[in-house]
């Protein structure tokens, strides 16, 4: 962390703290919440909301009994779920939304000043999706004025991660417009609400989705806004559980855009652009990977449709646990993955995508440079890896001989 951005968070952390103790516009909070948006006494019954129901509610098909998922963290697994419900978009009349200034609150609220529940976030210490009843909007005693647009507005709004990390970027903020599109009303929208598009690849996806000149509010810290028209969606990911429609329609929009590039087909994603979960033995892992013809990438220095091809047209990817493989939705059926993760961090993100998408999963958890156990998630997130080589040839040879007619090259 920079000493700017040390700076940044304790002014934020300062500002946080003043909102839950300083009195201002308290007319503002919430005077209770709606728990229903379609139901008796809900959103739509009271306020006269347009309610769009894009995805049907349906039964949830992991096996959570897999032994896959008990070899996670704890707190990373999937949550139990019957059903995955309904995906849909909600159009509130004069409607509000407030995000804090640590970004790990979002709440949307009605032209009656209530909470909608159902569409509003926080999360903290690793819990999403705390009760309308524990938001902390209803503790808080400092708000600022709304800034007022006339006109449709539609939220991307997601938390905070959204802004650093491209999987959260991806599956919790845009994959929302892909539910907008569903919807019928992307040309109605006069402003996309979005997070601080601070990355390169912010912008470049939204270009991707045909957002390229349109009006865009960047939300970089606290914000508060109302707009005659409010447009959310739901969340589009629930108890952890990515549906499949998040990732078809990710394959779909890379189809859209022609034929994949002519790119290799055997992957290795490098990690040399992040100071966490690096392989500490790469050198021999990348000879070991070059001997079947694998090219060596590193994501963050292409474009991000290139990268988006590069999965498209890849027959088998080798890669640590990373968000780079937020990608793999792009590919196509039967692609091959190797995924491996650090004894001390093992999370089912990609094990979930790869089967909405028919991809052939593997894993190997290897040796951590930890010492001891981790005192908490954070140092799990943050262990290096060290790759069992030998291992990873025999992955190696069973993945190929059934995907690729690939062999040593010096075979």
């Known amino acids: 962390m920079t000493s700017k951005q040390l700076i940044q968070k304790i002014k934020n952390r300062a500002i946080d703290f003043s909102i839950y103790r300083l009195p201002y516009n308290q007319h503002y909070r919430p005077t209770g919440y709606y728990s229903s948006i379609t139901g008796k006494n809900g959103l739509v019954e009271s306020e006269g909301a347009s309610f769009y129901n894009i ?6 098909d992991l096996n959570l009994q897999d032994p896959f998922y008990q070899q996670c963290n704890p707190e990373l697994r999937p949550q139990p779920a019957d059903m995955i419900p309904d995906s849909f978009i909600v159009s509130i009349p004069n409607g509000r939304i407030e995000q804090n200034y640590l970004g790990h609150c979002t709440s949307v609220i009605s032209g009656k000043n209530k909470l909608i529940e159902p569409i509003s976030y926080q999360t903290t210490d690793s819990v999403i999706g705390a009760s309308a009843a524990d938001m902390y909007i209803f503790k808080q005693k400092l708000f600022i004025e709304p800034v007022k647009y006339k006109g449709t507005v539609f939220s991307m709004l997601a938390g905070a991660s959204c802004t650093t990390n491209i999987f959260h970027w991806m599956y919790d903020a845009v994959a929302r417009l892909f539910l907008l599109k569903k919807s019928g009303l992307f040309d109605k929208v006069d402003y996309f609400l979005t997070p601080a598009l601070d990355k390169k690849y912010h912008t470049e996806v939204l ?106 047209s890849a027959k088998v990817i080798v890669s640590a646990h990373g968000a780079g493989l937020a990608h793999l939705s792009y590919c196509k059926e039967g692609t091959a993955l190797l ?60 993945i190929m001989s059934s995907t690729t007619s690939a062999k040593p090259v010096n075979a």
Not at 55 to 60: F, L
Not at 383 to 390: C, G
Request: glycine share 4%; aromatic share 8%; net charge positive.
């Open 55 to 60: 995805v049907p509610s349906y039964p949830n």
């Open 207 to 312: 270009n991707l989705l045909g957002l390229e000149g349109k009006k865009i509010i960047q939300i970089a810290r606290h914000a508060h806004i109302q707009a005659d028209n409010l447009i959310v969606s739901s969340h589009t990911k629930y108890r952890r559980i990515i549906p499949k429609w998040v990732c078809d329609s990710y394959r779909q929009l890379i189809l859209e855009k022609g034929a994949p590039a002519n790119h290799s087909e055997l992957i290795y994603i490098e990690r040399g652009d992040s100071k966490i979960r690096q392989v500490l033995n790469e050198d021999k892992l990348k000879a070991l990977l070059g001997k079947y013809g694998f090219k060596n990438v590193l994501l963050s220095k292409m474009p991000y449709e290139q990268q988006a091809k590069l999965f498209a």
């Open 339 to 398: 995924e491996i993760f650090s004894e001390h961090y093992i999370k089912p993100t990609y094990q979930i995508i790869s089967k909405r998408r028919d991809i052939n999963y593997q894993y190997m958890i290897c040796e951590s440079d930890l010492k001891g156990k981790p005192k908490n998630i954070r140092e799990s997130n943050e262990s290096h890896i060290i790759a069992d080589i030998e291992e990873v040839e025999n992955r190696l040879r069973q």
